[in-house]
């Protein structure tokens, strides 16, 4: 059974940083895009970054330069180290595996709960 689990989302002020977890089980994790999508409440949910089964990453124009996606196979876990942080970035973050493809339009074959980010102002 696949599970994915996010971890690390809290409140903070805007500029603060924080660090996001996805821990993986039930699947080859090496072999999984893994992706990070967010929504915010009354909103549609959005692609944040993506990173492929060779390490290359995508990021949405929103966080680009602020947000870094980073995986570690040995451990079976996703990360998305988020710095300066806004108000705008307050949302449910998601992570998401696609085994075929490697988009934000990919269709998602796993997805997790979500965990909690709120930004004030």
């Known amino acids: 059974q696949v599970q994915l689990v996010e971890s690390g989302g809290g409140s903070v002020q805007s500029g603060g940083s924080l660090r996001l977890s996805c821990a993986a089980s039930g699947l080859t994790f090496s072999t999984y895009c893994m992706a990070w999508f967010r929504q915010a409440p009354g909103k549609e949910r959005e692609g944040v970054a993506i990173?492929?089964?060779?390490?290359?990453?995508f990021y949405s124009d929103s966080v680009k330069g602020r947000f870094t996606i980073s995986r570690d196979n040995a451990k079976n876990t996703l990360y998305l180290q988020m710095n300066v942080l806004k108000p705008e970035d307050t949302a449910l973050y998601f992570c998401?595996?696609?085994?075929?493809?490697?988009?934000?339009?990919?269709?998602?074959?796993?997805w997790g709960r979500g965990t909690q980010v709120t930004v004030s102002s």
């Open positions: 998401a595996c696609d085994r075929t493809s490697c988009s934000f339009k990919s269709r998602y074959d796993y």
């Open positions: 990173i492929g089964v060779g390490g290359s990453t």
